[in-house]
């Protein structure tokens, strides 16, 4: 197994994936930490060009509002929400997940709007309010512990978007969308990286048929 300092690499000695984390804000370089021990590259994103570079893309816990000024302050709002709608795998955790909905009451920020969903912020309240749960996610073969940290829950899905992990009273805390991922629970923060493995082998697909495509 490469080591998290070595990613593996094609016949050229280029590494053979690279995964972004957006770094405006919030939580990244513990996101960036699980990313290396899957043997990737894994990058801070805060330019286009590094967007540009990517295979894959987390964007992290913190606060929502102001990772979505600072998108905009960036330039970045439109480039991102281009290249995951193209099908640029993305996963975020729980600010991240509030901005990939398309309906956030309370936000005073447009989010990417690219996941058919509603997401209620701040569902468990204040940060005292922070928990441990054991999930069953769906794609894991056995529970995974998630810290939930002023965590939003998903109260609506629509068309194509499916519930991946639920609470034992019901709400909707992880949930899919093709090449889309949204947690509302922060897994960076354990030592469980599974997945993050899950979400690489998304990336990896992409990376995958977006080269046969230039090959073609």
Do not use: K
């Amino acid at each position: 197994m490469p080591s998290a300092a070595t990613p593996p690499t094609s016949e050229s000695g280029a590494p053979s994936l690279r995964v972004g984390v957006l770094a405006l804000q919030g939580d990244f370089a513990e996101h960036l930490a699980m990313l290396r021990r899957q043997g990737v590259e894994a990058v801070e994103v805060r330019t286009l060009d590094q967007l540009e570079a990517c295979d894959g893309l987390i964007i992290p816990g913190g606060e929502s509002t102001t990772i979505a000024r600072l998108l905009a302050a960036f330039d970045l709002t439109e480039p991102l929400r281009d290249r995951i709608r193209a099908g640029l795998p993305t996963w975020g955790t729980c600010a991240g997940a509030i901005l990939l909905a398309d309906d956030v009451p309370g936000l005073d920020r447009e989010p990417l709007g690219v996941m058919d969903m509603t997401v209620e912020r701040n569902a468990f309240g204040r940060q005292v309010q922070s928990f441990e749960a054991n999930l069953d996610i769906d794609g894991l073969d056995a529970p995974l512990r998630a810290v939930f940290i002023r965590a939003p829950v998903f109260t609506r899905l629509g068309r194509g978007v499916r519930a991946l992990a639920t609470l034992p009273d019901g709400r909707i805390v992880a949930a899919g969308q093709g090449h889309l991922l949204a947690t509302s629970f922060h897994p960076e923060l354990t030592e469980d990286d599974r997945l993050h493995g899950l979400f690489v082998a998304l990336c990896r697909e992409y990376a995958s048929v977006s080269s046969q495509a230039r090959a073609s």
